[in-house]
């Protein structure tokens, strides 16, 4: 029997409004909520961001989480600036934390995006189980264009779900695609008006509410499978390669560049 009295999670409470979590009927609705920076994601919004996925895990009345932005912007990534001033290099840091949870999470999780999804913004997606796009949905996976690699075990299961070719043009040019395109090949379940996406994804969340969460549960760990442990594998190997990139000159280059507001030049990396 779930709770139908809306709530704010401790985590919440005491966290900066950046990040919002309001639970009710048995749905935990996390929403992007820093327009200002195009919802780019802090070290702090990381935090909040795990700690409410581990509060929603352990809770036995919430039953599904959703995760959205606004109907202009769904994430555009991690804060330069902030991703800068402290680099994640441990697997305690709160990007692995946020990544390992979601990852792991035993409930369903929907998704509603809407605008530019860049980097963290898109990959988190492949973790969830229903996605719903706005007709302005625009995906993009840019680390190689910032010195880097893939994180969130994308390169793992974007060629899974894209096949090699469509992934490899995915990571390896890092250009935006499309609502549609996603919907093509599986990233999304629906796409639809962006003014409805949240509503769309809120009324998929009721649906999954209503169902008995221990067969939710199964069902899900039995989808995930054997597959679970080579993700939490890729995901800590791709997050040493890419600590171990960010110091080097490509990533130096494409971050210099990126604060000076000019192209970066590969050119001698």
Same mark, same amino acid.
Request: charged share 20%; glycine share 6%; aromatic share 6%.
């Given at each position: /029997?779930?709770?139908? !009295?809306?709530?704010?999670?401790? $985590?919440?409470?005491?966290?900066?409004? #950046?990040?919002?979590?309001?639970?009710?009927?048995?749905?935990?609705?996390?929403?992007?909520?820093?327009?200002? %920076? %195009?919802?780019?994601? !802090?070290?702090?919004?990381?935090? !909040?961001?795990?700690?409410?996925?581990?509060?929603?895990?352990?809770?036995?009345?919430?039953?599904?989480?959703? +995760? $959205?932005? #606004?109907?202009?912007?769904?994430? @555009?990534?991690?804060?330069?600036? #902030?991703?800068?001033?402290? %680099? &994640?290099? @441990?697997?305690?840091?709160?990007?692995?934390?946020?990544?390992?949870?979601?990852?792991?999470? &035993?409930?369903?999780?929907?998704?509603?995006?809407?605008?530019?999804?860049?980097?963290?913004?898109?990959?988190?997606?492949?973790?969830?189980?229903? =996605?719903?796009?706005? #007709?302005?949905?625009?995906?993009?996976?840019?680390?190689?264009?910032?010195?880097?690699?893939?994180?969130?075990?994308?390169?793992?299961?974007?060629?899974?779900?894209?096949?090699?070719?469509?992934?490899?043009?995915?990571?390896?040019?890092?250009?935006?695609? /499309?609502?549609?395109?996603?919907?093509?090949?599986?990233? =999304?379940?629906? =796409?639809? &008006? &962006?003014?409805?996406?949240?509503?769309?994804? $809120?009324? $998929?969340?009721?649906?999954?509410? @209503?169902?008995? +969460?221990?067969?939710?549960?199964?069902? %899900?760990?039995?989808?995930?499978?054997?597959?679970?442990?080579?993700?939490?594998?890729?995901?800590?190997?791709?997050?040493?390669?890419?600590?171990?990139?960010?110091?080097?000159?490509?990533?130096?280059?494409?971050? !210099?560049?990126?604060?000076?507001?000019?192209?970066?030049?590969?050119?001698?990396?």
């Amino acid at each position: /029997m779930t709770d139908s !009295t809306a709530t704010a999670s401790p $985590q919440a409470e005491g966290a900066s409004q #950046d990040i919002l979590i309001h639970t009710e009927a048995g749905i935990t609705t996390i929403t992007f909520n820093r327009l200002d %920076k %195009k919802n780019s994601i !802090t070290r702090a919004m990381y935090a !909040t961001l795990a700690d409410a996925l581990d509060a929603a895990a352990q809770d036995p009345a919430v039953r599904v989480v959703v +995760l $959205q932005g #606004d109907v202009a912007i769904f994430s @555009a990534g991690n804060d330069i600036g #902030d991703f800068l001033e402290q %680099k &994640p290099s @441990a697997q305690d840091s709160p990007v692995f934390r946020f990544l390992r949870g979601i990852a792991t999470f &035993p409930k369903p999780v929907v998704a509603a995006v809407c605008g530019p999804a860049v980097g963290i913004g898109t990959t988190m997606l492949f973790h969830c189980d229903l =996605v719903y796009a706005g #007709d302005n949905a625009a995906f993009s996976m840019p680390f190689v264009n910032l010195g880097l690699c893939p994180e969130a075990a994308s390169s793992l299961l974007v060629p899974r779900m894209f096949g090699y070719h469509r992934a490899a043009e995915a990571l390896l040019l890092g250009e935006p695609f /499309m609502a549609e395109a996603a919907l093509e090949v599986g990233l =999304v379940n629906r =796409v639809v &008006p &962006p003014t409805e996406c949240n509503m769309v994804a $809120q009324t $998929q969340a009721r649906k999954l509410a @209503a169902k008995p +969460l221990s067969s939710l549960i199964e069902t %899900k760990r039995l989808m995930k499978g054997a597959g679970q442990a080579a993700v939490l594998e890729r995901i800590a190997h791709e997050g040493e390669s890419f600590g171990r990139m960010l110091t080097q000159p490509a990533a130096r280059e494409a971050f !210099t560049a990126f604060m000076e507001k000019r192209r970066p030049d590969f050119s001698a990396c």
